[in-house]
């Protein structure tokens, strides 16, 4: 028998609120509120149990199932031990009449040789998201595309640890996030007009070999709308050579490290400059992201109705890097007031530098961040609102004249000389606070993909974005466990 692999990383705990909204499914001494066939459940040692033995094997799949309820959305916390053979958590699932204790519908996996252990499974129909996977799903489970890497295999496995582990499984919506001790596992939307969007919880025991599985812990938290912030990430299509405007690879980076971070905030990822359809989630997310080449090319040409009406609404808006660039006659007056300001060709710069980003200013955004230095295209000399009203410049420094050095429009003109020669300030990420209390964020770095690496540099942005959907920022910021260079590769346009 075999107990899963060891190597324990650290965990990302869910937040203090979070935590405070769960309630017990099992209350560690027996199973009232669970029906399943007595002759394979049972209750011992603060656990239920699953087990078959040579003696009481066990010739088809048997479930002990939650009489509480059939959630829709819903957060569920388990710790699980397996032994020998296949086991997983049912969700969102139905009972099958014709078979005893038996149910069917979406499951997050176990097995005791990790050869499913944190992939997604519907029973019945197969595997719709092997472990690492971020899948679309159609009209039935079979319909499955992969479009994008949450982590390595490999890697999503060595946060396993000898013993207990912790299941944790989000479903809103149509889209479904599993954890393994605070990892993201496997990600999947279901878009079928008959894709489950309740059901019921149950626990498995396979068929076959003798085995044993156990869970503890187990809590549920029913979902309401709002009660998850919701992050949309827009992005770009393929642009430079490879470790450059890497907008694929940067948004599933950053979405996954905001699906880890325990806190209240859930996101999404549409590539290609594509609108999602339907959306992820409920009817409208708290922020939108875009991380895009911009000026003539940029998205929200074709999406500025859908994010008019959301800033009326008061979502909230962010720009990464090149984002953060459009064309003044175009759609500078609606970023004024989507998040303060613009790149204004003519006007601003585009260099690579090194600033030093010191001092940071007291804003939620900075909570947690430490001072840094890193190389990036950091351009300056935005375009703001006349009077700079309810903006907050959160990170400034003072370009030294030799960063103006190209030619060109964007490189350098009189302004910006006289600037820099008097020695200003120059705002390179800024924060705005509309009037309807949306908010919008600026930010002008991202230019290379390596830089999603440094922790501040990582978690200032991590931090604004989750300031953008409204939430209360935590007073260490956003944690997110650290990029391994296999991470760093993951979606990436042309692999290096």
């Known amino acids: 028998m075999k107990f899963l692999l060891a190597s324990l990383l650290a965990m990302s705990p869910l937040s203090a609120s979070a935590s405070e909204k769960f309630s017990p499914l099992f209350d560690g001494k027996s199973l009232t509120g669970w029906q399943g066939d007595p002759k394979f459940w049972s209750a011992e040692d603060g656990a239920i149990v699953g087990r078959s033995t040579a003696e009481n094997p066990l010739t088809q799949n048997t479930y002990l199932v939650w009489k509480g309820g059939e959630p829709a959305d819903f957060e569920l916390t388990a710790e699980f031990l397996i032994k020998g053979n296949n086991s997983g958590i049912q969700f969102r699932s139905q009972r099958v009449d014709i078979k005893p204790h038996t149910v069917t519908g979406p ?24 472990r690492g996977e971020k899948v679309v799903i159609g009209d039935n489970p079979k319909e499955c595309t992969v479009v994008a890497s949450v982590g390595d295999p490999a890697e999503i496995l060595s946060h396993l640890k000898e013993g207990w582990n ?10 479904v996030i599993q954890l393994i001790n605070g990892v993201v596992t496997a990600e999947y939307t279901m878009n079928g007009a008959n894709a ?27 979902l309401q709308p709002g009660d998850k912030k919701k992050v949309l990430f827009l992005a770009g299509r393929r642009s430079h050579r490879p470790g450059h405007h890497e907008h694929k690879a940067g948004c599933h980076l950053l979405a996954r490290c905001l699906n880890e971070s325990g806190e209240e905030v859930t996101a999404a990822v549409t590539t290609d400059g594509e609108w999602p359809q339907p959306w992820v989630g409920y009817d409208k997310p708290d922020t939108v992201v875009m ?44 970023f004024l007031d989507w998040i303060g300001g613009y790149f204004e060709d003519g006007w601003s710069v585009n260099p690579t530098w090194s600033p030093v980003l010191e001092p940071l200013p007291d804003h939620p955004i900075t909570q947690g961040v430490k001072p840094f230095e890193i190389n990036d295209e950091w351009y300056y000399h935005m375009r703001f609102r006349p009077t700079f009203e309810n903006t907050t410049a959160i990170l400034s420094s003072k370009p030294p004249v030799e960063t103006l050095n190209r030619s060109g429009s964007r490189g350098t003109n009189p302004t910006v000389q006289a600037a820099l020669k008097a020695g200003e300030p120059q705002i390179l990420a800024w924060a705005y606070e509309r009037p309807n209390g949306g908010r919008g964020f600026g930010f002008t ?35 997110s466990r650290q990029p391994t260079e296999t991470d760093m590769n993951l979606n990436q346009d042309i692999k290096n």
């Open 107 to 130: 499951q997050a996996d176990i097995s005791a040789d990790n050869k499913w252990t944190g992939a997604a499974y519907h029973a019945n129909e197969g595997i719709i998201a092997s």
């Open 166 to 175: 912790e299941y944790r499984i989000i479903a809103a919506g149509n889209q």
């Open 291 to 334: 991380y895009c080449d911009g000026h003539r090319g940029h998205m929200a040409k074709a999406h500025q109705d859908k994010i008019q009406s959301l800033v009326d609404q008061g979502v909230g808006v962010a720009c990464l890097h090149f984002g953060v660039e459009v064309e003044k006659s175009e759609l500078g007056s609606q």
């Open 445 to 479: 770095g991202g230019h290379f993909h390596r830089n999603w690496q440094q922790e501040d540099f990582r978690k200032l942005v991590l931090n604004a974005l989750y300031w953008t959907t409204g939430a209360d920022i935590p007073a260490a910021g956003i944690p």
């Open 196 to 222: 489950p969007r309740s059901g019921l919880i149950a626990l498995q025991l396979h068929q076959g070999a003798p085995m044993e599985v156990r869970f503890r812990n187990i809590q549920l938290r029913e």
